[in-house]
């Protein structure tokens, strides 16, 4: 098997997972479940293989020519350097020990199936933001995070609380992504191009080519990563996200959703200037103190958690 196949594989198991669950195995828990399990500790294997056969290197893309409008151009591809790669191993093998734990704590829930097809497509959605070499591609993937998230909050719907924490996370999630494709349009209007190679080397080679909108358009794109990663004063979804099933409280917590946006600032850092980088650091160190003085107040474990996260990120 060709390497280059190894990344693509990661990326599509879980979306198989889930179509496969969706359409053929809704009945049968157990097979629902094992196909789920599977799908991504194969891909946590797989990704230890890729990275064992193919250390840390240079970045390197993959892809195919995805969509033409005249001279512009997007493609679906795969980045991979150093810090894609690394975010691959942590997603997939967070996320299979997330999955394995859930056949035993969701065990009898008569939504087995469903509940797994949901967290394969989440997992899916992850490695998409992680593997993403373009703003167009990340920005789908971090639009299916937000409908897979709130799928598994809401995932008990019959239950008031748990249903509204889903709308919640939901809407919230929204008003961030408003600004976050602001911010993508007005890079495309500035550089012509949404690939974050071309975009680096445009900014390398001419740090003023987005002119005077430099700092609005690092702002813009922080917004998404303020509704991801719970940042005031978007940060009022994360504690209520704790109505859905533990292990999805486990998969938002722990190192996958809501270090997407602090991932996504890693990953368009050569977009950010002084100016951005201030305002940001000033929201973070904000968010670090009210979250940890709430969480100083709470008596439910969760919430503390919740909180504790929001300090941290």
Avoid at 23 to 40: D, E
Avoid at 124 to 147: D, K, R
Avoid at 235 to 246: K, Q
Wanted: aromatic share 12%; hydrophobic share 55%.
């Amino acid at each position: 098997m060709k390497l280059q196949v190894l990344p693509w594989l990661i990326l599509f198991l879980p979306l198989a997972a889930a179509g496969l669950i969706t359409l053929f195995t809704l009945r049968n828990q157990k097979l629902s479940a094992g196909l789920s399990i599977g799908a991504v500790v194969a891909g946590f294997v797989l990704s230890v293989l890729f990275l064992a056969v193919n250390p840390l290197s240079p970045a390197r893309e993959l892809g195919l020519n995805w969509l033409s409008i005249g001279e512009f151009q997007v493609e679906f591809g795969l980045r991979l350097d150093p810090l894609s790669l690394l975010m691959m191993l942590v997603v997939t093998g967070v996320a299979g020990v997330i999955h394995i734990y859930s056949w035993g704590y969701m065990r009898g829930d008569g939504g087995l199936s469903r509940y797994f097809a949901c967290l394969s497509l989440f997992t899916f959605s992850m490695l998409g933001i992680v593997l993403a070499n373009n703003f167009l591609q990340l920005f789908i993937f971090w639009e299916l995070v937000g409908v897979s998230s709130y799928l598994l909050i809401g995932f008990w719907y019959e239950k008031p609380a748990a249903a509204d924490a889903g709308k919640k996370a939901f809407i919230t999630n929204r008003l961030g992504d408003f600004g976050f494709i602001l911010g993508i349009l007005t890079v495309w209007a500035a550089l012509g191009s949404l690939n974050f190679g071309v975009l680096a080397e445009k900014l390398g080679a001419n740090p003023q080519a987005l002119g005077t909108a430099t700092t609005l358009a690092g702002l813009l794109i922080f917004c998404g990563a303020m509704g991801k990663s719970a940042q005031f004063p978007l940060h009022v979804w994360l504690p209520d996200a704790m109505e859905g099933p533990t292990p999805v409280s486990a998969l938002i917590h722990a190192a996958t959703m809501v270090a997407a946006g602090v991932y996504m600032l890693c990953r368009v850092f050569f977009l950010l200037n002084a100016d951005a980088l201030e305002v940001i650091a000033w929201i973070g160190g904000f968010t670090a103190l009210i979250s940890a003085l709430m969480a100083i107040q709470q008596n439910d474990i969760k919430r503390i958690l919740a909180y504790s996260t929001l300090s941290q990120l």
